[in-house]
C-alpha cells in the first residue's frame, strides 16, 4: 500500500492470531535451539565425580530436540495458515519481484535503515525490506535448518526410522555428517544474525518510522502516526 493510501488510516487489523502466537513460539524455540545448540557444538567441560551421576550433555540434546519438534511443527502450521489466513499471513512465502513499486520501496527502506534518509513510507504488512529477510531467513532458512537438523536426528534413529526415510538423503548429498553438521551450524549462527538485526528493525521503526511494529506483532493492530513530518 501507498503512502497516500495508508495516510488517512489512524488502526489496521494486520496480524490474525495464530501468526503472532507462532511468531513468539518461533522466536523462543529460536533461543531454545540456539543455546543447546552451542553447547552441543561445544561441549561444557567433563564434571568431577562419576559419569553415571551426571547427565548434562544428555539433556541438553533432550532439550534441543523437544525444541526442534516444536520449531518444525510451527513451522507447518505457519504454512497452512498462510494458505487459509489474510493477505498478511502469506507475504513472508512470495516476494511479488515483478512489482515495480516493490523494488521502489525496497530502496526507500534500505536508504532508511542506513540512515541515508528519515522518510520511512507507510505500510500494511510487512515492508519490503522485512519481507525480503523473512522469505530468506524464516522460510528458506528454517527450511534448510528443519532438513539439515533432522537429517542430523535420523542418525541416533538408525536406519529404517521416520526421520531416515523423510531426511536420510540428506547426509549423503551434502558430502557425508560432519559437513552437514558444520552447515547447520553455519545456519544456525545465520538466525542469530537475523535475529539481532529483525530486533533492532522492529525497535527502530517503532521510535522513527510512520507505523508501530512491535505492539502490531502483539497485538494485532498496525496504529499510523500520522502528526510525524
Partial sequence: MSANQSASQKALYVYEAPVRVWHWIHALSIVVLCTTGYFIANPLPSFGGEASE???????????????????IGFLV????????????????????????????????IKFYLFLT???????GHNPLAQFAY?????????????????????????????????GWVIPLMGGSMSVRMWHLMGMWLII????????MAVRADIMGRQSSVSTIIGGWRLYKDDLP
Fill in 54 to 72: 551426571h547427565f548434562f550433555m544428555g539433556y541438553m540434546r533432550e532439550i534441543h530436540f523437544i525444541a526442534a519438534y516444536v520449531f518444525a
Fill in 78 to 109: 505457519r504454512v497452512y495458515w498462510a494458505i487459509v489466513g489474510n493477505k498478511y499471513a502469506r507475504e513472508m512465502f512470495h516476494l511479488p519481484v515483478w512489482r515495480g513499486e516493490w523494488w521502489r520501496e525496497l530502496g526507500y527502506e
Fill in 118 to 124: 528519515r522518510e520511512m513510507h507507510k505500510t500494511t
Fill in 135 to 167: 522469505w530468506l531467513f524464516n522460510f528458506l532458512l528454517v527450511i534448510f535448518l528443519i532438513f539439515t537438523g533432522f537429517a542430523l536426528y535420523a542418525e541416533g534413529l538408525g536406519e529404517g526410522s521416520w526421520a531416515d526415510s523423510l531426511f
Fill in 193 to 200: 544474525v537475523f535475529t539481532i538485526i529483525h530486533i533492532y
